[in-house]
């Protein structure tokens, strides 16, 4: 039962860091992001591919845009503009 409570606690910190102003979600959003992985083997290895599955649709509704960013980067396809709220003083959209 231990990876599937873990997940609930990845799930409350993910909603927490949602929280956060967009400039504080950095640290926070990329450990999660970095655990993600680690905690669906886990959870696979000792629950099967239901709950993997759920663990699975929960990171990716959380981390859509930052996935999507990455995935067009590596694609090499157009990236949307930069967000008002992370660009540097003097920097252009």
């Not at 860091?17 to 992001?33: H, N, S, V, Y």
């Not at 599955?53 to 980067?73: E, H, I, Q």
């Not at 396809?77 to 660009?87: G, S, Y």
Request: net charge positive; charged share 10%.
């Amino acid at each position: 039962m231990t990876p599937l409570i873990l997940g609930a606690l990845w799930v409350i910190a993910a909603a927490i860091t949602a929280t956060l102003p967009m400039r504080a979600q950095m640290i926070p959003g990329l450990t999660l992001l970095g655990l993600a992985p680690l905690l669906l083997i886990w959870i696979a290895a000792t629950h099967g591919l239901l709950w993997t599955a759920a663990g699975t649709f929960a990171l990716l509704s959380m981390f859509r845009r930052p996935l999507t960013y990455v995935t067009r980067k590596l694609l090499r396809l157009p990236l949307p503009p930069i967000p008002p709220e992370f660009r540097l003083p003097g920097q252009t959209p």
